[in-house]
């Protein structure tokens, strides 16, 4: 059953933006939405799957990737029960297979594995 719905993925031109969105999307994750922290992850072709940005449960502390610092902006919307990733000046290395994923509140993680649910991923393709 599928909980978390990713969107916003496309084809961009290098320099260009994107903005992604993941809802939750089934009611009892709804309703506890807002006491789970939040992820994106990206995976490349070949590649494994890497820690991108995490934003806390209230949406006051934010971590980011060193190789996306500065470029990708991680956020959220409790009312909306919504996190978002805003990517500015993309490269032809940002695409990615992107996924949204949220674990209990704890301090913010960057490993995949210790996730507990994942949407089914959003496509970004950059072309140079």
């Known amino acids: 059953q599928v909980q978390l719905v990713e969107s916003g993925g496309g084809l961009v031109q290098a320099g260009g933006s994107l903005r992604l969105s993941c809802a939750a999307s089934v009611r009892t994750f709804i309703r506890t939405f807002s006491s789970y922290d939040m992820a994106w992850f990206r995976q490349g072709p070949g590649k494994e799957r890497e820690f991108v940005a995490a934003?806390?449960?209230?949406?006051?502390?934010?971590l980011t990737a060193d190789s996306v610092k500065g470029r990708f902006t991680i956020s959220r919307d409790n009312a909306k029960n919504t996190v978002y990733l805003e990517m500015v000046s993309l490269k032809p290395e940002d695409t990615a297979v992107y996924y949204c994923?949220?674990?209990?509140?704890?301090?913010?993680?960057?490993?995949?594995?210790?996730?507990?649910?994942w949407g089914q991923g959003t496509q970004v393709t950059v072309s140079s």
């Open positions: 934003v806390n449960s209230n949406g006051g502390k934010t």
């Open positions: 994923a949220a674990v209990r509140a704890v301090a913010l993680i960057t490993a995949p594995g210790r996730y507990d649910y």
